[in-house]
């Protein structure tokens, strides 16, 4: 795995004094950042130890195992199973996670783990698997009156989590939700045709046990999907809202969990970009590269550190009704229902995006560029494109694309300017993110975002 330099002192000190340049007013701006830590467990061999930390650890002795249908009948499984056994572990499974979780799929998961007898749970999987095993962890440790108590406004009432639910870790096995650091689970909302989901700290798996093995079977379609979604949540948290441009919450228990970007966040965002500039093409390319695979593996638990401190913003609220109201797709015909790839989704809006986005912070969006372009052609850039950094951003994602062979452009993806309404509708709800966007946006700016990303 090629050495990435992580200069933590210097970048810390950096972004903080770029923050502390702006002058906000005290009163009605917090001041406050926070990091809600993740523990983490990286390296080949990993997922093996797993029971070890339930048994002696946690004190276990009944355990929830959440995985999907693919999964349960790879390696990775058997290695689980093996560890649970040789810790004389009992466990139930749930093997029935929908691929893009939705409330229904979410339900369903919660109703069984209710009735199941359990000490913690472990989700081997995707992003999918780990958000369906926090939902249905938390429902059946503090059941709400309604479903929709603990979803994020407006689409829910997002009450706050009353306390911890109980252990659970996760277990990624694809490179790029970083879902095994964050105090976040996403689904689709079939009534109103778009994504949300439930965002609290409680949320936070208590360990990541992040096993490159398990990345080693990958299909190619994954691994560059989960990396263009490792690559957005980078640069998204990074380019994101600063921290002390967002409202002082009542109270801390009310301040988000996604803050903006802070110089804490910046650290672990900064370190993604890099490690998947280097690395992406090499782990699409070469599946038995496993040093790339693994750098791709880290990358995401890194970017999920950032995230889910700083959060994402318009490529991911852009990219909820992209996968929600898919069209017509062309690759993942196996899957039981039509469906974009969430890294399709989010990758696919954001050369419009950041051509948007670039005039509110010209520094940050011109930093990743620069990453992306001395990735891609081992040198470095005569000179950095302060005029229109975004629009520079923006022609980085796309050389990056057409290396991958990622179909570019909306309309290609079924889409035509009558679905724009319904698209800006569908985005109109993500308030987590959106209100975060570097650039305030609304109605009006959403359209001009779909419809430049129509033809990109």
């Not at 970083?178 to 105090?183: D, I, K």
């Not at 989901?197 to 208590?206: D, Q, S, W, Y």
């Amino acid at each position: 795995m090629r050495s990435l330099p992580l200069v933590v002192h210097q970048r810390l000190s950096r972004s903080f004094c770029r923050s502390s340049q702006r002058t906000f007013s005290t009163t009605e701006l917090d001041q406050v950042c926070e990091l809600a830590a993740s523990n983490l467990r990286f390296g080949p061999g990993g997922t093996a130890e797993v029971g070890y930390d339930l048994k002696d650890h946690f004190g276990c002795r009944r355990v929830a195992v959440f995985t999907d249908s693919t999964v349960v009948e790879l390696d990775c499984m058997r290695v689980l199973q093996q560890s649970l056994a040789e810790n004389q572990l009992e466990y139930c499974l749930f093997d029935q996670v929908r691929i893009e979780p939705n409330e229904h799929s979410f339900q369903h998961a919660i109703e069984w783990l209710s009735n199941e007898r359990y000490d913690a749970v472990v989700a081997l999987g995707g992003g999918s698997v780990i958000d369906t095993a926090k939902a249905a962890n938390l429902y059946a440790c503090h059941a709400p009156i309604s479903f929709y108590d603990y979803v994020n406004p407006p689409l829910g009432l997002g009450k706050p989590i009353p306390g911890p639910c109980k252990p659970l870790i996760a277990i990624p096995t694809t490179a790029g939700t970083g879902s095994e650091t964050t105090g976040v689970c996403i689904f689709d909302d079939t009534a109103t045709k778009s994504k949300t989901g439930i965002a609290n700290r409680h949320l936070k798996p208590t360990l990541g046990i992040v096993d490159p093995n398990n990345t080693a079977t990958m299909p190619k379609a994954v691994a560059t999907f989960s990396g263009l979604d490792v690559l957005c949540h980078a640069i998204e948290s990074y380019t994101a809202l600063p921290f002390n441009k967002r409202a002082k919450p009542t109270t801390p228990i009310h301040r988000p969990a996604y803050q903006g970007s802070n110089p804490i966040s910046d650290v672990w965002s900064l370190f993604a970009l890099e490690t998947t500039a280097c690395n992406l093409r090499r782990a699409v390319s070469s599946p038995h590269d496993q040093d790339a695979r693994a750098a791709m593996l880290l990358a995401s638990s890194a970017a999920g550190m950032g995230f889910g401190n700083a959060g994402v913003h318009l490529c991911h609220g852009m990219s909820y009704p992209i996968a929600s109201q898919v069209k017509t797709y062309k690759g993942y015909e196996h899957v039981d229902h039509p469906m974009v790839p969430h890294g399709h989704s989010v990758i696919v809006a954001a050369p419009a995006v950041f051509s948007f986005t670039g005039a509110a912070d010209p520094v940050r969006h011109a930093t990743c560029a620069r990453i992306l372009y001395k990735a891609r052609t081992n040198s470095e850039p005569a000179k950095d494109d302060w005029a229109d950094a975004g629009r520079w951003l923006a022609d980085e994602i796309s050389h990056l694309c057409d290396d991958l062979q990622v179909t570019m452009g909306l309309r290609r993806l079924g889409y035509t300017e009558e679905d724009v309404p319904a698209l800006v509708e569908g985005t109109v709800p993500q308030h987590r993110v959106t209100k975060i966007s570097p650039r305030p946006v609304g109605r009006k700016e959403l359209e001009a975002l779909f419809l430049d990303a129509l033809d990109e």
